[in-house]
């Protein structure tokens, strides 16, 4: 047989193969993506540091950057669980008491008479490290003198929350150091300014507790962390895949949950949303180990800084944005940044820089460019927001009280400000696509759905929505026979008779019409699969407008 016959008879069976994949297979929708599939035990850790990070996200245009949807979503548009995401509140209906524990054990823990056993490593917040009566190994960071309660207040809020949207994190806990009861280790050291590593002595320790917020009572007021399980092997970036990890197989700026993180770090305006600020760690048994992703760092969220109240500029442009520089350059210094002039709240220094009137969603930025964050489409905010929509008031100054605010009005500030934000961040990205949701077909053939930016409120009722009922085809993924199209008024239908009877697959095409949102006109293609005498929804594609 000559070459060009075998080519051409490889390419049939290709089609041939092709045709024959049906479009949805019996598991779907897969809700957990296997990805500790294979042995990661080669992996290594990988250095960075954040003059680096910034200067290549800065100058560089890192990642893929086409716009595509994303890699690791399942057949109803959402994030299947793994290694780096477990569905929490998006999947089941969590209490207020389960959100505000979040990865915490305990409600309080007291660390008395644990020994120190090293300074703290990186990072400007002053702390060192400690050990339970089990030896696993803990970290304690200090609030800045003059914002007492600051940093840890944060850090509690944004763990709480970014636990229940369903990211891996620590525990973390506020505590109160009493500076008589911290002993030293007998192998404790740190490393003095020439670099070299020595003991640690009680003068150390006195170093770094002059530079932490002392309290009425004399004790200190810090942050403990829980060291996670496994090995460290570094932190992720927000681009490409990981070399070392055989199961790291979608490219992170195509990964929905870090795509969405952009609309989370605007709500929290959480500008240090960055790759160093993540943390991978190996774990399992011989042979089989595999690397889990961990969101880490959450002292400067909310207008803290960490050691000082955040500025400005942060959540409103990058610290290096050429447009504006020019324009200031050009006028003379006469063009007057509109963040410049923001009024900030200023009744207690345990708050930072957090405000709502300004708080502009879209315009939101980082500290510098994120290549996921870049990549974000419409249907990753939908996502994303769907799941902000879950916090509600309650939940929100619940959250907020885990803080333990001492000053007055505090705790109001800084949760009427997270209110403020979400309910922006619900108007700008529910209200984006098409917001159909929670498509339902009962066994008699009533359809049921939800316009999620009616329920959550920020947006009236449409004039309609526009159903277009098919037979599908799941080997060939077409539809067959006639469409019957309908038109109705409320998100509940009863799908045509016709098509009911002896159908395998049924889909629905839902155009939504309202005068104020052209995009919802953009389909949401819904398909269900017979399952006995009920019905599945197996598929949702939502069509997005370009980013």
């Given amino acids: 047989m000559s070459s060009r016959a075998l080519v051409a008879l490889a390419i049939a069976y290709a089609l041939t193969v092709h045709a024959a994949a049906p479009t949805f297979y019996p598991d779907d929708p897969i809700q957990v993506d296997d990805d500790r599939a294979f042995d990661a035990s080669g992996a290594r850790p990988i250095e960075g540091s954040n003059v680096f990070d910034f200067a290549e996200h800065t100058f560089f245009k890192r990642g893929d950057r086409r716009d595509v949807r994303a890699r690791n979503v399942n057949t109803v548009d959402e994030v299947p669980d793994s290694t780096w995401f477990t569905n929490r509140m998006g999947r089941i209906r969590m209490s207020v008491e389960e959100i505000v524990r979040g990865p915490n054990r305990f409600d309080t823990l007291n660390i008395d008479d644990w020994p120190l056993v090293q300074e703290k490593s990186s990072g400007i917040t002053p702390g060192y490290r400690v050990t339970d009566p089990s030896g696993h190994l803990y970290q304690v960071k200090f609030d800045p003198p003059l914002h007492p309660e600051m940093a840890s207040g944060a850090e509690v809020i944004g763990a709480a929350v970014y636990h229940a949207l369903g990211y891996n994190v620590v525990e973390g806990y506020i505590i109160e150091v009493d500076p008589a009861r911290i002993t030293i280790a007998p192998g404790a050291t740190t490393v003095d300014m020439s670099g070299r590593r020595r003991s640690l002595r009680r003068d150390d320790v006195d170093r770094i507790l002059a530079r932490a917020a002392r309290l009425p009572n004399g004790r200190y007021r810090a942050t403990l962390s829980r060291f996670a399980e496994g090995r460290p092997v570094g932190y992720f970036k927000y681009y490409g895949t990981r070399p070392d990890d055989p199961n790291d197989i979608h490219p992170h700026e195509h990964r929905r949950e870090l795509r969405g993180n952009r609309v989370f770090s605007a709500w929290l305006n959480h500008d240090d949303s960055r790759g160093i600020n993540s943390l991978d760690m190996l774990e ?264």
């Fill in 284 to 547: 399992g048994r011989e042979g089989r180990r595999y690397i889990r992703h961990y969101m880490f760092d959450f002292g400067s969220i909310m207008g803290s800084g960490s050691t000082m109240a955040q500025v400005p500029r942060a959540g409103n442009e990058y610290i290096l944005e050429w447009a504006p520089a020019l324009k200031t350059l050009a006028s003379l210094g006469l063009y007057v940044r509109p963040w410049i002039t923001v009024d900030y709240w200023e009744g207690a220094k345990s708050v930072g820089r957090f405000e709502g009137a300004f708080f502009d969603p879209i315009a939101w930025r980082p500290e510098y460019p994120n290549p996921a964050f870049d990549n974000m489409r419409g249907d990753d905010a939908f996502w994303a927001a769907r799941l902000v929509a879950r916090f509600t008031d309650e939940v929100i100054r619940a959250i907020v009280a885990k803080a333990r605010y001492s000053e007055p009005g505090a705790a109001e500030h800084v949760a009427d400000t997270l209110i403020a934000r979400r309910d922006k961040v619900l108007r700008a990205w529910l209200t984006a696509v098409n917001p159909i949701a929670e498509p339902q077909l009962s066994a008699g053939g009533v359809f049921t759905f939800e316009n999620s930016a009616v329920t959550a409120g920020v947006a009236t009722a449409p004039t309609a929505y526009v159903l277009t009922w098919s037979r599908f085809d799941n080997a060939t993924g077409s539809s067959v026979g006639d469409s019957i199209e309908m038109r109705v008024t409320d998100p509940r239908a009863s799908v045509p008779r016709e098509l009911l009877a002896g159908s395998e697959y049924l889909t629905a095409e839902v155009q939504t019409l309202h005068p104020d949102y052209s995009n919802w006109r953009l389909p949401v293609t819904l398909t269900f699969r017979r399952a006995g005498s009920a019905w599945q929804a197996v598929g949702i594609e939502r069509a997005a407008a370009p980013r």
